[in-house]
């Protein structure tokens, strides 16, 4: 399998950020999802510690995956036949994952930041952890874990009709072994 993306399969470096990409968020979705739930402070704190890095680790990687669609690689050509339609979504949802990341991670950091918390986890400074609802990026994070999660299931439900359905071999494109679709 080619580093780089060919005109009917994706490149390593873009199949490995995607999936590396995914479990991460899934991962970040559970954890933060839980933390909100979570009422005792320690507890908290140590579902948070877990979490914010790994928040850190996904923006680190849209990054790179920005980058290098930008300067390295090229997305391989639609699949044939595809309506416009699809394709105009598939774009506008790739897009929406790129926003809602970028937006949580600001939110994210804008929290730590602002409460403080990121001193009392990281740095084991004395205190309690705030109440994340008193800050204003706290809504927003919230917005974007929601938007993240429908954007997950529109995303996966697509590909699993690609695959299932029109057997176009769109999903092998975004695996390891590459693969020709149509």
């Known amino acids: 399998m080619p580093v780089k993306s060919t005109k009917s399969a994706y490149g390593t470096i873009a199949v490995t950020i995607h999936w590396l990409s995914a479990i991460l968020i899934i991962a ?32 680190l990687l849209t990054v790179a995956r920005i980058a290098w669609w930008w300067f390295a690689d090229r997305k391989p050509e639609s699949v044939p036949d595809t309506p ?23 939110s994210g950091i804008g929290m730590f930041v602002l409460s403080g918390a990121g001193q009392i986890i990281f740095a084991g400074m004395p205190g309690q952890l705030p109440d994340f ?17 429908l954007l997950l299931v529109v995303h996966t439900a697509a590909a699993l009709y690609h695959h299932f359905v029109k057997k176009d071999g769109l999903l092998i494109r975004m695996w390891f072994r590459g693969g020709k679709a149509g």
Not at 88 to 95: N, P
């Open 28 to 59: 970040l979705l559970g954890s933060g999802f839980r933390a909100a739930s979570t009422v005792d402070p320690d507890a908290k704190a140590q579902i948070l510690a877990v979490h914010a890095p790994l928040g850190v680790a996904i923006l």
């Open 84 to 106: 416009a339609w699809q394709d105009i979504s598939a774009r506008a949802v790739h897009l929406l994952f790129y926003i809602v990341i970028l937006g949580m991670a600001a």
């Open 133 to 149: 609802q008193n800050f204003l990026p706290r809504t927003p994070h919230g917005f974007g874990a929601r938007a993240m999660v």
